[in-house]
């Protein structure tokens, strides 16, 4: 898990989803959103999935009713010259 902070008007952090386990992640994006209004998870290949569980998990189980997606990007990346495409998603996690 990386974290990449966005200076703006409105506070938010980028997390970009790796090898860590869901509920370590989970419990760091619930750390953030105590002090930031936005959160920004991010993830490529097949960390989509574990990054899809980290919002469901805290929109639904911990933060219910004080948090909500605001936003789901997804896009496709082709490697130069390769051509193989690898799928990437953005969450974006507001609180209410």
Same mark, same amino acid.
């Given at each position: 898990m990386e974290e990449v902070s966005q200076p703006n008007s409105q506070e938010q952090t980028e997390i970009i989803i790796g090898n860590d386990p869901v509920m370590l992640v989970a419990v760091d994006?619930?750390? *953030?959103?105590m002090i930031q209004d936005k959160v920004? %998870?991010?993830?490529?290949?097949?960390?989509?999935?574990?990054?899809?569980?980290?919002a469901n998990i805290?929109?639904?189980?911990? %933060?219910?009713?004080?948090? *909500?997606?605001? *936003?789901?990007? %997804?896009?496709? %990346?082709?490697?130069?010259?390769?051509?193989?495409?690898?799928?990437?998603?953005?969450?974006?996690i507001k609180k209410n």
């Open positions: 994006v619930v750390s *953030k959103l920004i %998870l991010k993830a490529r290949g097949n960390s989509i999935p574990k990054a899809v569980a980290v805290i929109t639904e189980k911990m %933060l219910v009713g004080r948090t *909500k997606v605001e *936003k789901i990007n %997804l896009d496709t %990346l082709e490697e130069a010259g390769i051509g193989n495409m690898i799928s990437t998603i953005q969450i974006i």
